[in-house]
Protein backbone atom coordinates (compact mmCIF):
# COMPACT_ATOMS: atom_id res chain seq x y z
CA UNK A 1 0.00 0.00 0.00
CA UNK A 2 1.22 3.58 -0.91
CA UNK A 3 2.77 5.58 2.18
CA UNK A 4 0.36 7.53 4.07
CA UNK A 5 0.61 11.17 4.05
CA UNK A 6 2.40 12.52 7.29
CA UNK A 7 -0.99 15.00 8.08
CA UNK A 8 -1.24 15.96 11.87
CA UNK A 9 -3.16 13.61 14.48
CA UNK A 10 -6.15 14.80 15.83
CA UNK A 11 -7.57 13.50 18.97
CA UNK A 12 -9.99 10.69 18.96
CA UNK A 13 -13.02 13.03 20.37
CA UNK A 14 -13.06 15.33 16.68
CA UNK A 15 -12.34 11.90 14.60
CA UNK A 16 -15.71 10.63 16.52
CA UNK A 17 -17.39 13.94 16.26
CA UNK A 18 -16.79 14.26 12.26
CA UNK A 19 -17.74 10.59 11.92
CA UNK A 20 -20.90 10.84 13.29
CA UNK A 21 -22.08 14.34 11.96
CA UNK A 22 -20.93 13.19 8.22
CA UNK A 23 -23.15 10.43 9.09
CA UNK A 24 -26.41 12.27 10.23
CA UNK A 25 -25.94 14.74 7.78
CA UNK A 26 -25.89 12.26 5.06
CA UNK A 27 -29.12 10.83 6.70
CA UNK A 28 -30.80 14.00 6.43
CA UNK A 29 -30.06 14.29 2.95
CA UNK A 30 -32.25 11.27 1.94
CA UNK A 31 -34.97 12.25 4.62
CA UNK A 32 -38.35 12.63 2.43
CA UNK A 33 -37.11 10.59 -0.41
CA UNK A 34 -39.45 7.52 -1.65
CA UNK A 35 -38.41 4.71 -3.23
CA UNK A 36 -38.22 5.42 -7.02
CA UNK A 37 -36.59 9.04 -5.68
CA UNK A 38 -33.65 7.04 -4.19
CA UNK A 39 -32.87 5.93 -7.34
CA UNK A 40 -33.70 8.60 -9.40
CA UNK A 41 -33.24 8.59 -13.64
CA UNK A 42 -30.68 7.29 -14.98
CA UNK A 43 -28.28 10.78 -15.95
CA UNK A 44 -24.90 10.50 -16.56
CA UNK A 45 -24.21 13.56 -14.31
CA UNK A 46 -25.92 11.89 -10.97
CA UNK A 47 -25.87 8.44 -9.41
CA UNK A 48 -28.66 6.87 -7.91
CA UNK A 49 -29.17 7.67 -4.27
CA UNK A 50 -29.58 4.57 -2.68
CA UNK A 51 -26.43 3.50 -4.55
CA UNK A 52 -24.84 6.57 -3.00
CA UNK A 53 -25.24 5.80 0.78
CA UNK A 54 -23.94 2.38 0.52
CA UNK A 55 -21.03 2.94 -1.59
CA UNK A 56 -19.84 5.80 1.22
CA UNK A 57 -20.48 2.84 3.69
CA UNK A 58 -18.24 0.19 2.01
CA UNK A 59 -15.57 3.18 1.48
CA UNK A 60 -15.47 3.55 5.66
CA UNK A 61 -15.08 -0.25 5.66
CA UNK A 62 -12.65 -0.17 2.89
CA UNK A 63 -10.15 1.85 4.23
CA UNK A 64 -10.25 1.43 7.87
CA UNK A 65 -11.75 -1.69 8.93
CA UNK A 66 -10.57 -3.94 5.87
CA UNK A 67 -7.47 -1.94 5.09
CA UNK A 68 -6.43 -0.68 8.49
CA UNK A 69 -7.20 -3.62 10.45
CA UNK A 70 -7.82 -7.01 7.57
CA UNK A 71 -11.16 -7.62 8.98
CA UNK A 72 -13.21 -9.81 6.46
CA UNK A 73 -15.91 -7.71 4.44
CA UNK A 74 -19.65 -7.33 6.38
CA UNK A 75 -20.78 -7.75 2.68
CA UNK A 76 -19.69 -10.46 0.89
CA UNK A 77 -21.34 -8.99 -2.06
CA UNK A 78 -20.26 -5.22 -1.22
CA UNK A 79 -17.08 -4.96 -4.04
CA UNK A 80 -19.58 -6.04 -6.68
CA UNK A 81 -21.85 -2.96 -5.81
CA UNK A 82 -19.93 -0.13 -4.24
CA UNK A 83 -16.47 -0.04 -5.48
CA UNK A 84 -16.90 3.13 -7.56
CA UNK A 85 -13.72 2.66 -9.90
CA UNK A 86 -14.83 -1.20 -11.00
CA UNK A 87 -19.08 -0.60 -11.06
CA UNK A 88 -19.28 1.80 -14.27
CA UNK A 89 -21.63 4.98 -13.37
CA UNK A 90 -23.79 4.18 -16.49
CA UNK A 91 -24.75 0.43 -14.51
CA UNK A 92 -25.54 0.93 -11.17
CA UNK A 93 -29.24 2.22 -11.99
CA UNK A 94 -29.16 -1.73 -13.30
CA UNK A 95 -27.66 -3.32 -9.95
CA UNK A 96 -29.14 -5.52 -7.42
CA UNK A 97 -29.35 -2.94 -4.52
CA UNK A 98 -30.14 -4.08 -0.97
CA UNK A 99 -33.39 -1.73 -0.17
CA UNK A 100 -32.78 1.14 2.06
CA UNK A 101 -33.51 -0.41 5.63
CA UNK A 102 -30.69 -2.95 4.82
CA UNK A 103 -28.55 0.07 3.44
CA UNK A 104 -28.89 2.02 6.66
CA UNK A 105 -28.53 -0.79 8.81
CA UNK A 106 -25.05 -1.82 7.00
CA UNK A 107 -24.09 2.21 7.41
CA UNK A 108 -25.11 1.93 10.96
CA UNK A 109 -22.85 -1.45 11.42
CA UNK A 110 -19.59 -0.32 10.04
CA UNK A 111 -20.20 3.04 11.88
CA UNK A 112 -20.40 1.59 15.16
CA UNK A 113 -17.34 -0.68 14.86
CA UNK A 114 -15.72 1.98 13.78
CA UNK A 115 -16.66 4.11 16.47
CA UNK A 116 -15.79 1.24 19.15
CA UNK A 117 -12.16 1.03 17.74
CA UNK A 118 -11.70 4.85 18.46
CA UNK A 119 -13.35 4.97 21.99
CA UNK A 120 -11.70 1.79 23.10
CA UNK A 121 -8.10 3.18 21.18
CA UNK A 122 -7.43 0.81 18.92
CA UNK A 123 -7.35 3.00 16.32
CA UNK A 124 -4.98 5.42 18.17
CA UNK A 125 -2.16 6.64 15.40
CA UNK A 126 -1.25 8.90 13.27
CA UNK A 127 -1.92 6.59 10.37
CA UNK A 128 -5.32 5.77 11.25
CA UNK A 129 -6.11 9.43 12.01
CA UNK A 130 -4.97 10.40 8.12
CA UNK A 131 -7.54 7.24 7.17
CA UNK A 132 -10.64 8.80 9.39
CA UNK A 133 -10.40 11.90 8.34
CA UNK A 134 -9.97 11.03 4.78
CA UNK A 135 -13.32 9.19 5.33
CA UNK A 136 -15.10 11.53 6.65
CA UNK A 137 -14.27 14.10 4.47
CA UNK A 138 -15.10 11.38 1.21
CA UNK A 139 -19.05 10.98 2.85
CA UNK A 140 -18.51 15.15 3.22
CA UNK A 141 -17.89 15.54 -0.33
CA UNK A 142 -20.43 12.69 -1.57
CA UNK A 143 -22.90 15.18 0.96
CA UNK A 144 -22.50 17.89 -1.23
CA UNK A 145 -22.93 15.32 -4.34
CA UNK A 146 -26.46 14.23 -2.71
CA UNK A 147 -27.78 18.37 -2.24
CA UNK A 148 -27.07 19.24 -5.78
CA UNK A 149 -28.03 15.90 -7.35
CA UNK A 150 -31.74 16.87 -5.35
CA UNK A 151 -31.59 20.07 -7.06
CA UNK A 152 -30.95 18.60 -10.35
CA UNK A 153 -34.32 16.15 -9.73
CA UNK A 154 -36.19 18.89 -8.39
CA UNK A 155 -36.74 17.16 -5.12
CA UNK A 156 -37.43 19.67 -1.87
CA UNK A 157 -34.81 21.45 -0.25
CA UNK A 158 -33.06 19.54 2.42
CA UNK A 159 -34.65 19.64 5.96
CA UNK A 160 -32.50 21.28 7.54
CA UNK A 161 -32.17 24.37 5.77
CA UNK A 162 -32.43 27.82 7.95
CA UNK A 163 -34.02 31.08 6.77
CA UNK A 164 -31.13 33.14 5.59
CA UNK A 165 -31.00 36.11 8.25
CA UNK A 166 -31.74 39.49 7.30
CA UNK A 167 -28.15 40.72 7.95
CA UNK A 168 -27.47 38.48 5.27
CA UNK A 169 -30.14 38.52 2.59
CA UNK A 170 -29.56 41.95 2.39
CA UNK A 171 -25.49 41.99 1.71
CA UNK A 172 -26.20 43.16 -1.53
CA UNK A 173 -23.34 43.94 -4.59
CA UNK A 174 -19.78 44.13 -3.70
CA UNK A 175 -18.79 45.61 -7.01
CA UNK A 176 -14.48 46.60 -8.17
CA UNK A 177 -11.36 44.65 -8.33
CA UNK A 178 -8.14 44.26 -5.99
CA UNK A 179 -4.84 45.22 -7.13
CA UNK A 180 -2.67 41.93 -6.51
CA UNK A 181 0.92 42.60 -6.66
CA UNK A 182 3.57 40.16 -8.20
CA UNK A 183 5.77 37.82 -7.13
CA UNK A 184 6.70 34.27 -6.66
CA UNK A 185 4.22 32.29 -4.29
CA UNK A 186 4.49 28.57 -3.37
CA UNK A 187 1.01 27.69 -5.06
CA UNK A 188 -0.27 23.91 -3.58
CA UNK A 189 0.13 22.55 -0.21
CA UNK A 190 3.48 22.04 1.90
CA UNK A 191 3.68 18.75 3.96
CA UNK A 192 3.53 21.15 7.28
CA UNK A 193 -0.23 21.59 6.32
CA UNK A 194 -2.84 19.93 8.60
CA UNK A 195 -4.59 17.84 5.73
CA UNK A 196 -4.64 17.59 1.82
CA UNK A 197 -5.23 16.08 -0.38
CA UNK A 198 -2.97 14.41 -3.28
CA UNK A 199 -3.22 16.84 -5.82
CA UNK A 200 -2.17 19.41 -3.86
CA UNK A 201 1.16 18.09 -3.14
CA UNK A 202 4.03 19.60 -3.21
CA UNK A 203 3.86 23.27 -2.79
CA UNK A 204 5.94 24.79 -5.89
CA UNK A 205 7.30 28.22 -7.37
CA UNK A 206 4.66 29.72 -9.44
CA UNK A 207 5.55 33.44 -11.03
CA UNK A 208 2.45 35.63 -11.04
CA UNK A 209 2.67 38.94 -12.62
CA UNK A 210 0.52 41.85 -11.14
CA UNK A 211 -2.77 41.29 -11.65
CA UNK A 212 -6.69 42.91 -10.85
CA UNK A 213 -9.35 40.81 -9.92
CA UNK A 214 -13.36 41.17 -8.48
CA UNK A 215 -14.07 41.65 -5.27
CA UNK A 216 -16.53 39.37 -5.86
CA UNK A 217 -18.27 36.42 -7.90
CA UNK A 218 -20.27 37.42 -11.21
CA UNK A 219 -23.91 38.08 -9.80
CA UNK A 220 -27.04 37.46 -11.02
CA UNK A 221 -27.85 40.77 -12.33
CA UNK A 222 -24.74 41.08 -14.44
CA UNK A 223 -24.69 37.38 -15.80
CA UNK A 224 -28.36 38.37 -16.68
CA UNK A 225 -27.16 41.59 -18.68
CA UNK A 226 -25.28 38.62 -20.68
CA UNK A 227 -28.25 36.80 -21.57
CA UNK A 228 -30.32 39.63 -22.31
CA UNK A 229 -27.77 40.64 -24.95
CA UNK A 230 -27.86 37.22 -26.44
CA UNK A 231 -24.81 36.50 -25.70
CA UNK A 232 -26.06 32.89 -25.41
CA UNK A 233 -26.68 33.32 -29.61
CA UNK A 234 -23.23 35.02 -30.87
CA UNK A 235 -20.61 32.45 -32.12
CA UNK A 236 -17.83 35.00 -31.49
CA UNK A 237 -17.87 35.04 -27.35
CA UNK A 238 -17.55 31.25 -27.17
CA UNK A 239 -14.85 28.95 -27.19
CA UNK A 240 -14.92 25.89 -30.41
CA UNK A 241 -16.03 23.46 -27.61
CA UNK A 242 -18.55 25.71 -25.56
CA UNK A 243 -20.80 26.71 -29.51
CA UNK A 244 -20.56 22.93 -29.93
CA UNK A 245 -22.19 22.25 -26.69
CA UNK A 246 -24.03 25.16 -26.54
CA UNK A 247 -25.80 24.18 -30.03
CA UNK A 248 -25.70 20.10 -29.01
CA UNK A 249 -28.08 21.05 -25.69
CA UNK A 250 -29.50 24.58 -27.01
CA UNK A 251 -28.97 26.37 -24.31
CA UNK A 252 -30.19 29.68 -24.19
CA UNK A 253 -29.48 31.09 -20.38
CA UNK A 254 -28.32 29.41 -17.45
CA UNK A 255 -29.20 25.85 -16.42
CA UNK A 256 -32.23 26.45 -13.72
CA UNK A 257 -33.35 29.91 -15.19
CA UNK A 258 -37.08 30.84 -16.53
CA UNK A 259 -38.41 34.11 -17.77
CA UNK A 260 -42.11 34.33 -15.88
CA UNK A 261 -44.04 37.58 -17.03
CA UNK A 262 -40.90 39.81 -18.22
CA UNK A 263 -38.55 38.48 -15.33
CA UNK A 264 -35.53 35.91 -14.21
CA UNK A 265 -36.76 33.34 -11.97
CA UNK A 266 -34.67 30.23 -10.90
CA UNK A 267 -35.54 26.83 -9.67
CA UNK A 268 -34.70 26.05 -6.07
CA UNK A 269 -34.97 22.13 -5.36
CA UNK A 270 -38.96 22.17 -6.13
CA UNK A 271 -39.48 25.39 -5.77
CA UNK A 272 -39.35 28.25 -8.75
CA UNK A 273 -38.17 31.93 -7.32
CA UNK A 274 -37.58 35.60 -8.23
CA UNK A 275 -33.51 35.48 -9.02
CA UNK A 276 -32.00 37.66 -6.52
CA UNK A 277 -29.93 39.81 -8.31
CA UNK A 278 -26.88 40.51 -6.22
CA UNK A 279 -26.35 36.74 -5.72
CA UNK A 280 -23.67 35.03 -7.37
CA UNK A 281 -24.72 33.02 -10.59
CA UNK A 282 -24.66 29.50 -10.09
CA UNK A 283 -25.36 26.40 -12.03
CA UNK A 284 -23.47 27.52 -15.06
CA UNK A 285 -20.72 25.57 -16.79
CA UNK A 286 -17.11 26.96 -17.83
CA UNK A 287 -18.28 27.30 -21.33
CA UNK A 288 -21.00 29.87 -19.76
CA UNK A 289 -18.08 31.31 -17.93
CA UNK A 290 -15.30 31.61 -20.45
CA UNK A 291 -18.13 33.33 -22.91
CA UNK A 292 -19.53 35.68 -20.27
CA UNK A 293 -15.65 36.83 -19.85
CA UNK A 294 -15.42 37.57 -23.46
CA UNK A 295 -18.38 39.70 -23.63
CA UNK A 296 -17.65 41.55 -20.35
CA UNK A 297 -14.08 42.08 -21.57
CA UNK A 298 -12.64 40.38 -18.84
CA UNK A 299 -10.77 36.66 -18.08
CA UNK A 300 -11.18 33.93 -15.73
CA UNK A 301 -7.84 33.74 -13.35
CA UNK A 302 -5.77 31.33 -12.86
CA UNK A 303 -5.68 28.72 -10.03
CA UNK A 304 -2.62 30.52 -8.81
CA UNK A 305 -3.87 33.96 -9.10
CA UNK A 306 -7.11 32.90 -7.17
CA UNK A 307 -4.60 31.03 -4.68
CA UNK A 308 -2.52 34.37 -4.21
CA UNK A 309 -5.66 36.21 -3.66
CA UNK A 310 -7.39 34.07 -0.88
CA UNK A 311 -4.27 33.63 0.85
CA UNK A 312 -1.20 35.91 0.65
CA UNK A 313 -1.25 38.80 2.93
CA UNK A 314 0.05 42.41 1.69
CA UNK A 315 2.97 43.56 3.08
CA UNK A 316 3.70 46.98 4.18
CA UNK A 317 5.88 49.17 1.98
CA UNK A 318 6.06 46.26 -0.12
CA UNK A 319 5.25 46.30 -3.99
CA UNK A 320 5.71 42.10 -4.30
CA UNK A 321 4.52 39.28 -2.98
CA UNK A 322 5.91 38.79 0.35
CA UNK A 323 5.23 37.40 4.34
CA UNK A 324 3.38 34.30 5.08
CA UNK A 325 -0.09 32.54 3.52
CA UNK A 326 -3.02 32.22 5.41
CA UNK A 327 -5.08 28.11 5.27
CA UNK A 328 -7.90 30.47 4.91
CA UNK A 329 -8.89 33.75 3.11
CA UNK A 330 -9.10 35.13 6.57
CA UNK A 331 -6.68 33.83 8.56
CA UNK A 332 -5.65 30.11 9.68
CA UNK A 333 -8.98 29.30 11.86
CA UNK A 334 -11.69 26.73 10.39
CA UNK A 335 -14.53 29.44 9.03
CA UNK A 336 -17.56 29.92 11.39
CA UNK A 337 -20.77 30.94 10.87
CA UNK A 338 -19.80 34.68 10.71
CA UNK A 339 -17.22 33.74 8.11
CA UNK A 340 -18.43 32.14 4.82
CA UNK A 341 -21.64 30.50 3.82
CA UNK A 342 -20.67 27.06 3.89
CA UNK A 343 -22.41 23.68 5.93
CA UNK A 344 -25.52 23.73 3.85
CA UNK A 345 -27.18 26.38 6.48
CA UNK A 346 -28.92 28.20 3.68
CA UNK A 347 -29.56 25.84 1.19
CA UNK A 348 -28.99 28.38 -1.74
CA UNK A 349 -26.44 31.25 -2.32
CA UNK A 350 -26.77 34.53 -0.39
CA UNK A 351 -25.68 37.74 -1.69
CA UNK A 352 -22.04 38.12 -2.60
CA UNK A 353 -21.46 41.55 -0.23
CA UNK A 354 -22.59 39.24 2.67
CA UNK A 355 -19.48 38.24 5.31
CA UNK A 356 -17.11 40.74 5.48
CA UNK A 357 -15.46 38.98 7.90
CA UNK A 358 -14.61 36.41 5.83
CA UNK A 359 -12.78 38.61 3.37
CA UNK A 360 -9.05 37.90 2.56
CA UNK A 361 -6.21 40.09 3.25
CA UNK A 362 -6.03 41.58 -0.07
CA UNK A 363 -9.66 42.37 -0.17
CA UNK A 364 -11.79 39.50 -1.82
CA UNK A 365 -15.28 39.01 -0.59
CA UNK A 366 -16.50 35.08 -0.77
CA UNK A 367 -13.52 33.28 -1.61
CA UNK A 368 -14.53 30.33 0.33
CA UNK A 369 -18.32 29.21 0.41
CA UNK A 370 -21.41 30.24 -1.24
CA UNK A 371 -20.18 29.09 -4.54
CA UNK A 372 -17.32 26.74 -6.30
CA UNK A 373 -15.38 29.16 -8.94
CA UNK A 374 -13.69 28.28 -12.22
CA UNK A 375 -10.90 29.11 -12.84
CA UNK A 376 -8.71 29.07 -16.30
CA UNK A 377 -6.39 26.13 -14.87
CA UNK A 378 -6.50 22.68 -16.39
CA UNK A 379 -6.25 20.22 -13.99
CA UNK A 380 -3.36 18.06 -14.09
CA UNK A 381 -0.82 16.92 -11.29
CA UNK A 382 1.32 19.25 -10.02
CA UNK A 383 5.26 18.27 -10.53
CA UNK A 384 6.39 15.27 -8.81
CA UNK A 385 2.73 14.31 -8.34
CA UNK A 386 2.43 10.90 -6.30
CA UNK A 387 -0.51 9.86 -5.89
CA UNK A 388 -2.16 8.89 -1.64
CA UNK A 389 -3.70 6.12 -0.72
CA UNK A 390 -6.67 6.57 -2.30
CA UNK A 391 -5.35 6.20 -5.48
CA UNK A 392 -8.13 7.01 -7.59
CA UNK A 393 -8.79 10.24 -6.06
CA UNK A 394 -6.68 12.85 -8.81
CA UNK A 395 -4.67 10.72 -11.12
CA UNK A 396 -7.31 9.03 -13.47
CA UNK A 397 -8.75 12.44 -13.86
CA UNK A 398 -5.58 14.39 -15.28
CA UNK A 399 -7.35 13.88 -18.69
CA UNK A 400 -7.17 17.34 -20.13
CA UNK A 401 -11.11 17.44 -19.85
CA UNK A 402 -11.33 18.73 -16.40
CA UNK A 403 -10.64 22.35 -15.17
CA UNK A 404 -10.28 23.64 -11.78
CA UNK A 405 -12.81 24.92 -9.16
CA UNK A 406 -11.47 26.51 -5.86
CA UNK A 407 -13.25 27.55 -2.88
CA UNK A 408 -16.01 25.29 -1.76
CA UNK A 409 -20.04 26.36 -2.12
CA UNK A 410 -22.46 26.80 0.11
CA UNK A 411 -23.39 22.72 0.77
CA UNK A 412 -19.35 22.18 0.95
CA UNK A 413 -18.72 21.40 5.18
CA UNK A 414 -16.50 23.73 6.49
CA UNK A 415 -13.56 21.19 7.32
CA UNK A 416 -13.29 19.93 3.68
CA UNK A 417 -12.10 23.15 2.32
CA UNK A 418 -9.18 25.41 2.61
CA UNK A 419 -7.39 27.61 0.45
CA UNK A 420 -5.19 25.02 -1.36
CA UNK A 421 -8.07 22.60 -1.92
CA UNK A 422 -8.51 21.66 -5.99
CA UNK A 423 -11.85 20.75 -7.17
CA UNK A 424 -12.43 19.71 -10.89
CA UNK A 425 -15.14 18.90 -13.40
CA UNK A 426 -15.42 18.77 -16.51
CA UNK A 427 -16.52 22.03 -18.42
CA UNK A 428 -19.80 20.84 -19.54
CA UNK A 429 -21.22 20.22 -15.57
CA UNK A 430 -23.81 23.01 -15.23
CA UNK A 431 -25.44 20.97 -12.19
CA UNK A 432 -22.67 21.32 -9.95
CA UNK A 433 -22.65 24.41 -7.21
CA UNK A 434 -20.15 26.76 -9.52
CA UNK A 435 -19.80 30.07 -10.50
CA UNK A 436 -16.86 32.22 -11.26
CA UNK A 437 -14.91 35.78 -10.65
CA UNK A 438 -12.57 37.50 -13.21
CA UNK A 439 -9.78 39.55 -13.23
CA UNK A 440 -9.17 42.22 -16.05
CA UNK A 441 -7.36 41.52 -19.18
CA UNK A 442 -3.55 41.82 -19.15
CA UNK A 443 -2.44 44.50 -21.53
Known sequence: MTDFPKVQQVSNKYLENIICDADARTIELIKGLDDDQLMGPKLNIVDPILWSIGHIAWFNEKFILRDRENRAPVLDYGDTLYDS????????????????????????????????????????????SYFLQLTAFHEDMHDEALTYTRQTLGYPRPPFVERVPVSIEGGGPYPGDVEVPGGIHMLGSNPNAPFFMDNEKWGQGYEVKPFSISKAPVTNEEFAEFVDARGYQREELWTSAGWQWRSKVAAEHPFHWKKIDGDWHAKNFDKVEVLKPHAPVVYVNWFEAMAWCKWAARRLPWEGEWEVAASRIPQEGSDTLKGPENRYPWGNEIAT????????????PVDVGAFPLGDSAYGCRQMMGNVWEWTQSVFMGFEGFTPDPYADYSKPWFDGQHAVLRGGCWATRNRTVWNTFRNFYTCDRRDVIAGFRTCALDF
Open 85 to 128: MAVAQKTRWDLNLPDLETTIKYRETIRDLILERLSSDKLASAEN
Open 337 to 348: RNHANLDGYYGR
